[in-house]
């Protein structure tokens, strides 16, 4: 079984700062992990992945997520906020000895502040 | 330069009268699925075709069924809406279903409203 957990339904931060939205993951082998982005009554876009490797993987508009196995966590991270970045995250899972559907997690709505 | 391409954007229906959402991809791409997404919440999935072969979810209503006449489209047919259906259908693609690494593409939705 696989599943994921974002414990914050809201971040919010003021541009220009550092910005974190959390994931947890649970699967029986290892994790295939995802990011997407959902702006205002869009479809979700893909962010990032972890596969295997480096535990910072990079992705667009400048997000990076660190995958730690020991904590079972992909966080999502910015260095510095955008008022642009404002919308739903959604941290996805897919075990390598499971299906191929991912599993969602319920999304973080980021609130970035002038 | 749209990849998965959703028609139409924006569907008002009324209750229990039939209603039929489309998708069409450019990818080739051998899965499609069909997510069914409320206020903010995480897309849930219905089902989805891995090439002809239909997957139904087990907790996916009757009242919802899904046609791919071919590898480019994708049809989601609601045969009696309810009010509770009112969402936002997401129709996504990915391929090489058995690699699991592999992302989805989404379409841009359609808003479901049932009056």
């Known amino acids: 079984a696989q599943s994921v957990a974002q414990p914050e339904d809201q971040v919010n931060v003021a541009e220009g700062n550092p910005l974190t939205v959390k994931c947890t993951y649970s699967?029986?082998?290892?994790?295939?992990l995802f990011w997407y982005v959902q702006y205002p009554n869009r479809g979700l876009q893909f962010l990032l992945k972890?596969?295997?490797?480096?535990?910072l993987v990079k992705g667009s508009y400048g997000f990076e997520a660190e995958f730690n196995k020991s904590q079972t966590s992909f966080h999502l991270k910015k260095p510095s906020a955008l008022v642009s970045d404002s919308a739903l995250y959604f941290c996805?899972?897919?075990?390598?000895?499971?299906?191929?559907?991912?599993?969602f997690g319920r999304g973080t709505s980021l609130i970035v502040h002038p | 330069d749209a990849m998965v391409i959703q028609n139409p954007r924006y569907q008002v229906t009324q209750f229990g009268k039939p209603v039929t959402l489309s998708c069409s991809q450019t990818?080739?791409?051998?899965?499609m699925y069909w997510y069914q997404q409320k206020s903010s919440q995480a897309p849930k999935l219905l089902f989805h075709?891995?090439?002809?072969?239909?997957?139904n979810e087990a907790d996916t209503p009757d009242n919802f069924q899904s046609r791919r006449p071919n590898t480019s489209f994708c049809f989601l047919d609601i045969r009696s809406p309810g009010l509770g259906d009112a969402a936002m259908y997401l129709c996504?693609?990915?391929?090489?279903?058995?690699?699991?690494?592999?992302?989805?593409?989404f379409g841009s939705g359609t808003q479901l409203s049932v009056l």
């Open positions: 996504a693609t990915s391929s090489r279903a058995g690699v699991t690494n592999e992302k989805l593409f």
């Open positions: 699967v029986s082998g290892n994790p295939y």
């Open positions: 972890y596969i295997t490797g480096d535990n």
């Open positions: 996805a899972v897919r075990d390598t000895r499971g299906s191929y559907i991912p599993t």
């Open positions: 990818l080739n791409h051998n899965v």
């Open positions: 075709y891995y090439d002809k072969d239909f997957n």
